[in-house]
């Protein structure tokens, strides 16, 4: 009965957040919409129609599933987000669960509170992660009760919803191993050699069930992305290893995982201090899980005396986090909602102990009021959270991305995104391109053939991104139509003031929305071909200085006419011996790590008649022997000379002044 009360209070709660926060939209949901979207107007499982493409979907299982509403006519972002809301429900339905399979069902619903009030689950309304959540956790369930098979079917769903489904089989084995051969222990002598064989045995053969039945389950799935995509594994993950190499992130430049999760906190903490209590109590949970541990190891209590099913979500939460600091991705908030579960256990059973204590100390009537009243204090800074939240969504303008704040709020870009994504829908030729930064609403609602300049549509870019440079998607493409924010359109640099970029493109509309911190986004249109030829015009090993060489120059033409851009490809070579940490003095000559190089056209005989061009060389981002091509655009004077022009390439700041290839005006 407490077990039924409880799951319908947390029902209850569930449906009352998902309509009061039923406004909440994000891009990154979008990129896999899109896939859902293709695939139910029989436009093939892609991400842009009539080519087979990179598979960018971190949850392509996922998108399978949008397809059904789809095809109904139900709108993909609304299902979406209602799976989300259930899935978030049965997510802390099943957290009583686990705690009921313990013996602790009124810890189970402080647990399942914590989950389904806490903010960042709501941040992640859209995508995949609450519906993974739920699976992984009812997966645990199973486990847990020791259905080896059930556990592992689910656990192989979890492994098609998310890549990181490979943590929760590997957790899913691990514990039925450790599970089984308690059990087998406890009709056999520990100390005898047989009841140790007979334990081993066991479990793994347990453990050995689970991963059979996980892999069994997403076989199909996996060997279809693999024919259809060459590989199971999207590319997401080197891509946005490229961008936490080159430094661009979901928090700030160079944040690394576990400093994501220290803004994070420091983020709620601003909210109200009271969400040191929440950080409290889960370090008294972690203390129980410690000595229980330590229980097990020395002083040999048997594995069921510690109440595994409770662990669980911790052990997850431990290993996702340790997952992704090892693999270093660029984090983004998002990322952390899967240890939400595990920090909800830490929360209850830090509660629960100091329930032990009480009921030490005090009296038994003494107890519940004093564990309501301190539940009902732990909720405040999570219904803090959620009120901040709401305000968003209701109008409110959120604070600027450099604030640490932000990090913990909604996204109200979507709505500017989406506005962009009709107008190209309405106004554009549906055989035309669009470029973006950010790839997902606007992709969705303008359904034009889009590439991003972050790397995902574009796997050939990823070098250039690992050292910096995300001019060049932009410049290797160059679409018919952008849609470019007016601050940090293209991460660190705004290409949109300059005259190459003027003379190539021409702005057709704009959209302004003073809550979106990059308002006015601007859609430009592409008004003469694309400079996209590369021509090679010299090739060898010339010394810049400081042990870097150019080792090749090309253009965009030979013949340079005044009113098109020419493109200068510079290749450069770092030092062979070269360590990306600067030293002292190059830190007190360059203290962001780069250094200007530039390029300038220049006549054999009459000194300069072609502009010059600098470009800032992330030189820290370089690894020893590094060899990458650069682009230099620029557009020649109206006025410019006849004749031939020498490239020269040399430091802005000194060095070698390297003179290689020709180019002629006519």
Same mark, same amino acid.
């Given at each position: 009965?407490?077990?039924?009360?409880?799951?319908?209070?947390?029902?209850?709660?569930?449906?009352?957040?998902?309509?009061?926060?039923?406004?909440?939209?994000?891009?990154?949901?979008?990129?896999?919409?899109?896939?859902?979207?293709?695939?139910?107007?029989?436009?093939?499982?892609?991400?842009?129609?009539?080519?087979?493409?990179?598979?960018?979907?971190?949850?392509?299982?996922? @998108?399978?599933?949008?397809?059904?509403?789809?095809?109904?006519?139900?709108?993909?972002?609304?299902?979406?987000?209602? /799976?989300?809301?259930?899935?978030?429900?049965?997510?802390?339905?099943?957290?009583?669960?686990?705690?009921?399979?313990?013996?602790?069902?009124?810890?189970?619903?402080?647990?399942?509170?914590?989950?389904?009030?806490?903010?960042?689950?709501?941040?992640?309304?859209?995508?995949?992660?609450?519906?993974?959540?739920?699976?992984?956790?009812? @997966?645990?369930?199973?486990? @847990?009760?020791?259905?080896?098979?059930?556990?592992?079917?689910?656990?192989?769903?979890?492994?098609?919803?998310?890549?990181?489904?490979?943590?929760? $089989?590997?957790?899913?084995?691990?514990?039925?191993?450790?599970?089984?051969?308690?059990?087998?222990?406890? +009709?056999?002598? +520990?100390?005898?050699?047989?009841?140790?064989?007979?334990?081993?045995?066991?479990?793994?053969?347990?453990?050995?069930?689970?991963?059979?039945?996980?892999?069994?389950?997403?076989?199909?799935?996996?060997?279809?992305?693999?024919?259809?995509?060459?590989?199971?594994?999207?590319?997401?993950?080197?891509?946005?290893?490229?961008?936490? $190499?080159?430094?661009?992130?979901?928090?700030?430049?160079?944040?690394?995982?576990?400093?994501?999760?220290?803004?994070?906190?420091?983020?709620?903490?601003?909210?109200?201090?009271?969400?040191?209590?929440?950080?409290?109590?889960?370090?008294?949970?972690?203390?129980?899980?410690?000595?229980?541990?330590?229980?097990?190891?020395?002083?040999?209590? #048997?594995?069921?005396?510690?109440? /595994?099913?409770?662990?669980?979500?911790?052990?997850?939460?431990?290993?996702?986090?340790?997952?992704?600091?090892?693999?270093?991705?660029?984090?983004?908030?998002?990322?952390?909602?899967?240890?939400?579960?595990?920090?909800?256990?830490?929360?209850?059973?830090?509660?629960?102990?100091?329930?032990? $204590?009480?009921?030490?100390?005090?009296?038994?009537?003494?107890?519940?009021?004093?564990?309501? @009243?301190?539940?009902?204090? /732990?909720?405040?800074?999570?219904?803090?959270?959620?009120?901040?939240?709401?305000?968003?969504?209701?109008?409110?303008?959120?604070?600027?991305?450099?604030?640490?704040? &932000?990090?913990?709020?909604?996204?109200?870009?979507?709505?500017?995104?989406?506005?962009?994504?009709?107008?190209?829908?309405?106004?554009?030729?549906?055989?035309?391109?669009?470029?973006?930064?950010?790839?997902?609403? $606007?992709?969705?609602?303008?359904?034009?053939?889009?590439?991003?300049?972050?790397?995902?549509?574009?796997?050939?870019?990823?070098?250039?991104?690992?050292?910096?440079?995300?001019?060049?998607?932009?410049?290797?493409?160059?679409?018919?139509?952008?849609?470019?924010?007016?601050?940090?359109?293209?991460?660190?640099?705004?290409?949109?003031?300059?005259?190459?970029?003027?003379?190539?493109?021409?702005?057709?509309?704009?959209?302004?929305?003073?809550?979106?911190?990059?308002?006015?986004? /601007?859609?430009?249109?592409?008004?003469?071909?694309?400079?996209?030829?590369?021509?090679?015009?010299?090739?060898?090993?010339?010394?810049?200085?400081?042990?870097?060489?150019?080792?090749?120059?090309?253009?965009?033409?030979?013949?340079?006419?005044?009113?098109?851009?020419?493109?200068?490809?510079?290749?450069?070579?770092? #030092?062979?011996?070269?360590?990306?940490?600067?030293?002292?003095?190059?830190?007190?000559?360059?203290?962001?790590?780069?250094? &200007?190089?530039?390029?300038?056209?220049?006549?054999?005989?009459?000194?300069?008649?072609?502009?010059?061009?600098?470009?800032?060389?992330?030189?820290?981002?370089?690894? &020893?022997?590094?060899?990458?091509?650069?682009?230099?655009?620029?557009?020649?004077?109206?006025?410019?000379?006849?004749?031939?022009?020498?490239?020269?390439?040399?430091?802005?700041?000194?060095?070698?002044?390297?003179?290689?290839?020709?180019?002629?005006?006519?």
């Amino acid at each position: 009965m407490q077990w039924l009360i409880g799951c319908i209070v947390l029902a209850v709660l569930g449906v009352v957040l998902g309509l009061v926060f039923r406004g909440l939209r994000f891009d990154d949901p979008f990129i896999t919409y899109r896939y859902a979207q293709h695939l139910a107007a029989r436009q093939g499982f892609t991400f842009n129609t009539g080519e087979a493409g990179p598979l960018i979907t971190t949850a392509p299982l996922y @998108a399978l599933l949008l397809t059904l509403p789809a095809t109904i006519g139900i709108d993909i972002p609304t299902a979406s987000y209602w /799976t989300g809301s259930l899935a978030l429900i049965l997510a802390a339905v099943l957290m009583v669960t686990l705690f009921w399979l313990a013996g602790r069902g009124l810890t189970g619903v402080i647990a399942g509170l914590v989950l389904l009030a806490f903010p960042l689950e709501w941040l992640t309304m859209g995508f995949e992660t609450p519906l993974f959540t739920a699976v992984t956790l009812a @997966a645990f369930v199973l486990v @847990a009760s020791k259905r080896w098979v059930w556990a592992g079917i689910v656990g192989g769903v979890a492994l098609g919803l998310r890549g990181d489904g490979v943590i929760v $089989m590997g957790l899913l084995a691990l514990t039925a191993w450790v599970s089984a051969g308690a059990d087998q222990a406890n +009709g056999a002598n +520990g100390a005898d050699r047989l009841g140790v064989g007979l334990r081993r045995a066991s479990g793994l053969k347990s453990a050995l069930r689970v991963l059979a039945a996980s892999m069994l389950t997403y076989a199909p799935l996996g060997l279809w992305l693999t024919a259809h995509f060459g590989s199971p594994l999207p590319t997401t993950l080197q891509t946005k290893s490229a961008q936490a $190499m080159s430094g661009l992130t979901g928090f700030y430049a160079g944040t690394n995982f576990p400093q994501g999760a220290w803004l994070l906190i420091q983020a709620y903490l601003q909210q109200t201090p009271l969400f040191g209590l929440v950080l409290a109590l889960a370090f008294l949970g972690m203390a129980w899980c410690i000595i229980k541990a330590a229980s097990v190891l020395w002083r040999h209590t #048997p594995v069921s005396a510690v109440s /595994t099913p409770t662990i669980m979500p911790v052990l997850w939460a431990i290993a996702h986090f340790a997952g992704y600091s090892v693999i270093h991705v660029a984090p983004y908030p998002w990322y952390y909602a899967p240890m939400v579960p595990g920090l909800a256990s830490l929360v209850a059973l830090g509660m629960d102990g100091i329930g032990h $204590m009480l009921r030490r100390r005090w009296p038994e009537w003494f107890l519940a009021p004093a564990i309501s @009243a301190l539940t009902v204090i /732990t909720l405040i800074p999570l219904e803090t959270g959620l009120a901040s939240i709401g305000r968003v969504t209701s109008g409110a303008t959120p604070p600027q991305p450099s604030e640490i704040a &932000a990090k913990v709020l909604p996204e109200v870009k979507v709505d500017s995104y989406e506005r962009v994504g009709r107008w190209i829908d309405a106004h554009t030729p549906p055989t035309a391109t669009l470029g973006v930064t950010e790839l997902g609403v $606007m992709s969705y609602y303008a359904r034009r053939h889009t590439v991003d300049f972050l790397g995902l549509t574009q796997p050939s870019q990823l070098g250039a991104i690992r050292h910096g440079d995300y001019l060049a998607g932009l410049l290797r493409t160059q679409p018919d139509y952008l849609a470019l924010t007016n601050w940090n359109a293209l991460y660190d640099s705004n290409p949109q003031d300059t005259d190459w970029f003027r003379a190539l493109y021409s702005p057709a509309t704009r959209f302004e929305d003073p809550r979106f911190w990059g308002t006015p986004m /601007t859609v430009w249109r592409r008004t003469q071909a694309p400079v996209t030829e590369s021509v090679m015009l010299a090739e060898g090993a010339f010394d810049l200085g400081d042990g870097w060489q150019v080792t090749g120059v090309a253009v965009s033409a030979r013949t340079v006419l005044t009113r098109t851009p020419l493109i200068v490809r510079v290749r450069v070579k770092a #030092p062979t011996a070269w360590s990306s940490v600067l030293s002292a003095p190059e830190k007190a000559l360059h203290p962001d790590g780069s250094r &200007a190089l530039r390029v300038q056209p220049i006549t054999v005989k009459r000194g300069d008649g072609l502009p010059p061009v600098s470009r800032p060389i992330h030189r820290q981002l370089f690894s &020893a022997g590094d060899e990458v091509w650069l682009d230099f655009p620029l557009l020649p004077y109206p006025d410019a000379r006849a004749g031939e022009y020498d490239i020269s390439v040399r430091w802005d700041d000194g060095g070698q002044d390297v003179v290689m290839g020709r180019v002629t005006v006519p």
